[in-house]
């Protein structure tokens, strides 16, 4: 088995950035336990290296001509095992080691084909880099996975920089990199792209949330849009109030409006969504955003359908914490092989990771800096593994907010 290379650093000068990365992955390419030539290159860089992403992946490309596709996004926060760029400028990269008909990148200029639509390749997963501002993004996404054998999406939507930097995504092939008038290909804003890959390149991916459940699920009697109004047939404000155990006092709704901010909505299929008291990956965890007197209404930031349970929660950093060590120990032990090897002892078979994580985690929940990505690495191991902060965060077809989501490639 061999390891995927990564590099990363964090300095304000693009090439210096990619110097840096370059010296680290050539180390580790002359190493004989990491992979000698991978041919797919994953990119994550700070808004602020945006504007250079071309030059800068052409300096990449030139000093790696055996990687034939990059693909990536920009993004308000950078992740490499064990560090959390979420300020200033990063750069993070990892090669994956695969055949070249095992995967496909994908773009809204080359859209993946539905399964039989491409001879001899059949997406089975795919990763997933999304602009924010997409209306429209949960049918895409739905659409997507219907081009995928397992229906499995994992990725992130990212956002733009606080300075207006308009973020990028990255799908192109190197040849494109070089062609002459390359500037419209590969290197764009908005819509989705990102990487499928066949059955051959075996991966596990599962999700964090670090959400306590306030109670049971409540069903969504009646909703318009993004509004319920109605929950087990009473006003859903007045079993919002009751739930949190709050009273009005007059007109005075700020000690309303003050435990409505911590309260968040997890929207699942009926019955569904919660086991053992935590939540499950069908829970789509939704911000409250909004009270409504007059029609007893509670906002929430996204649309939601009457028939759905909608569980309220909150977010506490014990339960964050060990939910992602759980997370990490479950996708290590799955990839372990069933026997021991010949040693006597079974030897780890993940060659990388990649994790996505939400802005509202990271230091702010888990008790500092690099603490989310240190607690990860306690669980799964020192593994290569690179990520981004994500505005929000996709698994399956689902959009979540808050989440951690991990994807582990074995061998």
Do not use: K
């Not at 956002?159 to 990028?168: H, L, R, S, Y």
């Not at 290590?332 to 509202?360: L, T």
């Amino acid at each position: 088995m061999s390891l995927f290379p990564v590099g990363h650093a964090s300095h304000s000068d693009w090439r210096a950035a990619a110097d840096a990365v370059l010296l680290q992955l050539r180390s580790q390419m002359a190493d004989p336990g990491h992979a000698q030539r991978p041919r797919l290159g994953l990119v994550y860089l700070s808004h602020a290296h945006a504007a250079h992403a071309r030059p800068l992946l052409q300096h990449l490309a030139r000093a790696l001509p055996h990687v034939a596709d990059w693909a990536g996004c920009s993004a308000g926060g950078v992740l490499a095992m064990p560090h959390e760029y979420l300020s200033g400028s990063a750069l993070a990269v990892m090669l994956l080691d695969v055949p070249a008909a095992h995967y496909r990148l994908y773009s809204g200029l080359a859209p993946l084909h539905a399964p039989g639509g491409e001879a001899g390749f059949t997406a089975h997963s795919a990763l997933v880099h999304a602009g924010g501002g997409q209306p429209e993004l949960a049918e895409l996404l739905y659409e997507l996975s219907e081009r995928t054998e397992s229906g499995l999406l994992f990725g992130g939507v990212g956002d733009d920089g606080d300075d207006g930097v308009e973020g990028v995504q990255i799908a192109c092939r190197t040849e494109d990199l070089h062609a002459q008038h390359a500037d419209a290909r590969g290197i764009f804003s908005g819509g989705f792209s990102g990487v499928a890959f066949g059955a051959g390149v075996p991966c596990i991916t599962g999700m964090a949330q670090g959400c306590v459940p306030l109670g049971e699920g409540l069903e969504i009697t009646e909703a318009r849009g993004a509004l319920v109004t109605g929950l087990n047939g009473d006003p859903a404000l007045q079993r919002l109030l009751q739930l949190l155990g709050v009273e009005l006092e007059g007109s005075d709704w700020q000690p309303a409006l003050t435990t409505v901010r911590s309260t968040l909505a997890a929207i699942a299929p009926p019955g569904r969504g919660m086991a053992h008291g935590v939540l499950t990956e069908e829970a789509q965890v939704l911000t409250l955003v909004g009270l409504d007197p007059l029609r007893q209404g509670v906002a929430l930031s996204s649309a939601v359908e009457a028939g759905h349970s909608v569980i309220f929660c909150r977010r506490q950093a014990q339960v964050a914490r060990q939910e992602l060590l759980q997370l990490g120990a479950a996708l290590r032990d799955a990839a372990e092989p069933e026997e021991a090897a010949p040693e006597g002892e079974a030897q780890p078979r993940i060659r990388g990771a990649i994790y996505i994580s939400c802005r509202g985690r990271g230091g702010g929940l888990f008790g500092g800096p690099d603490a989310e990505l240190r607690t990860l690495r306690h669980a799964l191991g020192d593994v290569p593994l690179i990520g981004f902060v994500a505005e929000a965060e996709i698994m399956d077809a689902r959009l979540h907010r808050f989440a951690g989501v991990l994807t582990v490639f074995t061998a």
